[in-house]
């Protein structure tokens, strides 16, 4: 059978998807490359939208075959004071046919500015977030609206118009046909052998002979009315395409961020902790659409907020710690069971903190919550090693789910980002 494939997928005008594809994966490390450094140049805020990405000349230049006179050939050149036979001529600086190279200007003739491609906001993002994954994230018990994946089930005799299956049904419809009229045609067959006989004989006009010619001629007819009246598609010959509903296992995750706003955080280290958690929630929302995000600022007493107010309140107080990872324990045990969801949490403070409430937070960290969570991490937005970054460096040597790491300026944040969540086997 004859099959037409329709490629219905949206694409621009005079734009191939295959040649851009295969133009993507050809050039990745150098768009990779040229993604990074327009990151550092933009803003958090700004990240999730396209980018003219300029690729130099010369890796994108093909091999070429050109066709010359060859040779050793005179030239004359009019009005020449400064060579004479035999001078070797130098090649101009810049290389090529006298262009300046790149997108540099040249007194020589003129240059070839790089090769601009524009990546849409989707592989923009896809080529910022490629080797980025949550760690440890594995698939728990089915959830308690488990996610449904349909599949083929082969034939059932009834359905919707949409799923009927027309070679299946004809098929059917012909070996019925066939079934009920298997009988009939081979009478009907030697009925009229039977006819044919009978009429050839010489005394085909007497009476016996004629009397049984007409009752075959009258079997012969009522034969052919029967056939006549089986259907060329019955009902019952129908056959639709059935699918069937099974669930699927669904990892369910949730994260905790966890942002100090006290007021030992001035607004620049507070700018650095919601740009580090604007970049976490980009990427979460991104790449699982089954997560929950949950929103903790604190300062001598923490609550949960929303992302609007997580990021952009300015409610400010003193420092203590332990009541975020309390707050965080608590929503844990009231909605988060850790047997049904992966637990992640990330914290971002300038590690001032009353000084009695730091070993509290380690011993919070150790016996209640990261027994329960996949993994933990925190930032410091500070350089100063305080006594919040000492209690917690003791929990790095003994928890293989958490780590630690510093972000003393705004251009350290995407580089810690990508070293806390890289996927295994994948350099920062």
Known sequence: MLQQIIDRRLSGKNKSIGNRERFLRRYRSQIREAVREAVSGRGIRNLEQGED????????????????????????????????????????????????????????????????????????????????????LIRTQLAEVPEWKSHRAGLTSDGTPNNLHVVRSMRGALARRIALGGENRRELRRLEALLLHLRARPDAGEGMIAREIRETEARIDELRRTARHVPYIDPIDLRYRSHVRTPVPSAKA???????????????????????????????????????????????????????????????????????????????????????????????????????????????????????????AYVQVAEAEQNLWDEYAQLQESHANFALRKVAEATDIYPVFRDLFKKGGVAA
């Not at 100090?260 to 607004?267: A, K, N, R």
């Not at 909605?335 to 969801?341: G, K, T």
């Not at 992966?342 to 011993?363: L, M, P, T, V």
């Open 53 to 136: 990405i300029p690729l130099p000349r010369r890796d994108v230049s093909e091999p070429v075959f050109g066709h010359a006179q060859g040779g050793n050939r005179e030239y004359v050149h009019p009005g020449n004071k400064e060579y004479v036979k035999g001078d070797r001529i130098e090649r101009p600086q810049g290389g090529g046919a006298g262009g300046g190279g790149g997108s540099e200007a040249s007194d020589t003739g003129a240059g070839n500015d790089d090769f601009v491609f524009h990546l849409s906001k989707e592989e923009f993002m896809q080529v910022f977030f490629e080797d980025l994954a949550l760690p440890h």
């Open 254 to 376: 949730v994260m905790f961020c966890l942002m100090d706003v006290s007021g030992s955080m001035d607004e620049a280290r507070k700018d650095m902790s919601k740009r580090f958690f604007m970049l976490l929630y980009l990427f979460l929302t991104r790449h699982y659409e089954r997560i929950d995000l949950v929103f903790i600022r604190h300062h001598t007493q923490a609550e949960e907020v929303s992302e609007d107010e997580f990021f952009h309140a300015t409610e400010t107080g003193g420092t203590v710690v332990s009541s975020a990872l309390v707050l965080m324990h608590e929503i844990i045990r009231a909605r988060y069971p850790s047997a049904e969801w992966n637990i992640y949490g990330a914290q971002a403070s300038d590690g001032d903190n009353w000084h009695q409430d730091s070993g509290r937070c380690r011993k919070l960290l150790a016996e209640q919550i990261l027994p329960l969570v996949r993994y933990y």
